[in-house]
C-alpha cells in the first residue's frame, strides 16, 4: 500500500472503514478494493522501480520524480477530456467548464474537485495527485451564468468533480440558486454528481449543514427544476446501512431525483448477481438505474478491465432477473472520445470477434443510435482496441454508418 499510494491516489474515511469494509474479507473484500491500494495495480516493473526508492530511504524528491514517470504512463487523461471538451467563453477557453453533447454542460465548481475518499480506479485520478494540468476547476458560478446565457440549447448543468457534494451547502447554493431565475428556465435538470451516498451519507443526515443542502434541493425542485443526484454505486453493500438509506430518504422527500452509474470493475462487481441486486435494491429505494459503464483506459486500468464481451454478458444475465423497472441501465458503455459506445452484440468469427455498438451520446447528434460493427480481438477491453468492419455483417445484414468519421474507432482515440 505504501508503494502504491505514492503513485495512485489514496484516501480513505471513517465510515468507509466502519461501515462499508468487511474486514474479515479484506484484502479481496470488495468494498476494501474499492479504496485500498493493491501491489497490482502496478506493473511488475514500475512496482519495483518504487519500491526500491522506499526502502532504501530515499528523498522525498526522487520518489516523486519516479513516481510521476510511472504516472505518465497510465494515460492520465483519457478521452481528450482535457483538449477537446473545453468550450470558450467570452473568446477564451472556459475554465471549469466541458460540453461536449450539446444539451449537457459539465461544470466543475473550484471547490467540489476532491472526495470523501478515494476509488482505487478513479478515472479523474490524475486531479487527486497535484496534477494541476488536470484541474478542471472553475472559480465562480457567475461563470456558469454567463455561459448558460450563451447556451440556451443547454438543458441540462451538470455540477462534477470529485464530488461537488463536498461542498459546504452555502457554496452549493452559490452555485445552483441562480440558476433558479426565470432567465435560466431553459435548464431543465440541475444534476449533481456525487460519491458520497456511499462515502459520506453524513452529508445529507447528520453534517452541521445538512438541513441547509435539503432545502436547497427543495427550492430548485420548487422552482420547477429536476434536481437530479447522480449516485456513483459500485455495488449494493454501499447503500446497505441505515445511514445511507436515511439518506437516500431524506434526499427524496426534498425531491430530488436519483439516478445511479458506475463502471463494472475486476474484483468488486464483475458478477451479474451483485448488478442484480444492485439494481433491485436501488428500486425499491426509489433509485432509477441509470449507466453501466465500462471502465475508462487510465490508471491501473489492467487491474480492474473486464473484455466487452464479457461485460456483455454480465450485463445480460443481471438484466435478464430483474423487473422492468430495474432495468432501466444501459450499458455496457465506453465514454469514449468520439462519444458514449454502447456494446450491443458480439461474435467470434475466423479468429476475430466483430462488435456491434452503438452511440448513445456522440459529438455528432446525427450518429446516435445507428448501429455499426467493429472489429477486434476476444479480449479487447476498449474503444481504442478495434478497428471499423467496412463490409456487412454476413449474420446480421447490419451495414456500418455511412462515411462517418466515427467508423475508425481506433484511430479517434
Ligand atoms: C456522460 C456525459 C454527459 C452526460 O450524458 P447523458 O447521457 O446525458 O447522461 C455529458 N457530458 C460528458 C462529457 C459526458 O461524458
Ligand atoms: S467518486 Fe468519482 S471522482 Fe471521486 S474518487 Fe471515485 S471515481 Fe474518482
Redesign the pocket.
Known amino acids: 500500500m505504501n508503494v502504491v499510494s505514492k503513485v495512485l491516489?489514496f484516501?480513505v474515511n471513517t465510515h468507509v472503514t466502519t461501515h462499508l469494509i468487511d474486514w474479515d474479507s479484506a484484502p479481496d473484500d470488495p468494498l476494501f478494493r474499492l479504496v485500498f491500494p493493491h501491489r497490482d495495480m502496478l506493473s511488475p516493473q514500475n512496482f519495483a522501480r518504487i519500491e526500491k526508492l522506499v526502502m532504501k530511504g530515499a528523498s522525498q524528491a526522487e520518489i516523486v520524480a519516479a513516481a510521476q514517470a510511472v504516472r505518465a504512463q497510465l494515460n492520465p487523461h483519457p478521452s481528450g477530456q482535457r483538449e477537446k471538451n473545453v468550450p470558450e467563453l467570452d473568446g477564451t477557453p472556459a475554465e471549469g467548464f466541458q460540453h461536449k453533447y450539446r444539451e449537457t454542460v459539465l461544470y466543475f465548481p473550484a471547490r467540489g474537485q476532491?472526495?470523501?475518499?478515494?476509488?482505487t480506479?478513479?478515472?479523474?485520478?490524475a486531479?487527486?495527485v497535484g496534477d494541476t494540468a488536470m484541474k478542471f476547476a472553475s472559480k465562480e458560478a457567475e461563470a456558469l451564468q454567463r455561459y448558460l446565457r450563451a447556451h440556451p440549447e443547454v438543458t441540462d448543468v451538470l455540477l462534477?468533480?470529485?464530488?461537488p457534494m463536498i461542498m459546504g451547502s452555502h457554496h452549493m447554493a452559490a452555485q445552483i440558486e441562480p440558476l433558479l431565475r426565470p432567465e435560466f428556465d431553459h435548464v431543465r435538470s440541475i444534476r449533481i454528481?456525487?460519491?458520497s451516498l456511499?462515502?459520506w451519507p453524513q452529508r445529507f443526515v447528520t453534517d452541521a449543514d445538512a438541513d441547509d443542502l435539503l432545502r436547497l434541493i427543495e427550492k430548485a425542485t420548487g422552482a420547477g427544476r429536476n434536481l437530479a443526484v447522480m449516485a456513483?454505486i459500485n455495488h449494493w453493500r454501499e447503500i446497505a446501512n441505515p445511514i445511507a438509506r436515511t439518506a437516500i430518504r431524506r434526499l427524496r422527500d426534498a425531491g430530488a431525483v436519483i439516478y445511479s452509474q458506475g463502471?463494472l470493475l475486476a474484483g468488486i462487481n464483475d458478477d451479474p448477481n451483485i448488478w442484480a441486486r444492485n439494481w433491485t435494491e436501488q428500486v425499491q429505494m426509489g433509485i432509477h438505474p441509470y449507466y453501466m459503464f465500462i471502465e475508462r483506459d487510465t490508471g491501473p486500468r489492467r487491474f480492474f478491465e473486464v473484455p466487452l464481451h464479457r461485460a456483455l454478458d454480465i450485463y445480460r444475465a443481471a438484466t435478464q432477473q430483474v423487473s422492468g423497472l430495474a432495468r432501466s441501465a444501459r450499458g455496457p458503455v465506453m465514454s469514449a472520445d468520439p462519444g458514449k459506445v454502447e456494446v450491443i452484440q458480439t461474435e467470434d468469427r475466423e479468429g476475430r470477434t466483430r462488435y456491434l455498438l452503438q452511440f448513445l451520446q456522440a459529438r455528432d447528434p446525427a450518429q446516435v443510435r445507428r448501429p455499426f460493427w467493429a472489429e477486434g480481438n476476444q479480449d479487447a477491453c476498449w474503444f481504442s482496441e478495434l478497428s471499423p468492419v467496412l463490409e456487412p455483417s454476413p449474420q446480421t445484414n447490419l451495414r456500418p454508418v455511412n462515411g462517418a468519421t466515427i467508423l475508425q474507432p481506433g484511430k479517434n482515440q
Open positions: 491516489p484516501r476532491t472526495c470523501h475518499a478515494y476509488c480506479f478513479c478515472f479523474r485520478w486531479q487527486f462534477t468533480g470529485g464530488d454528481g456525487t460519491k456511499s462515502f456513483h463502471p
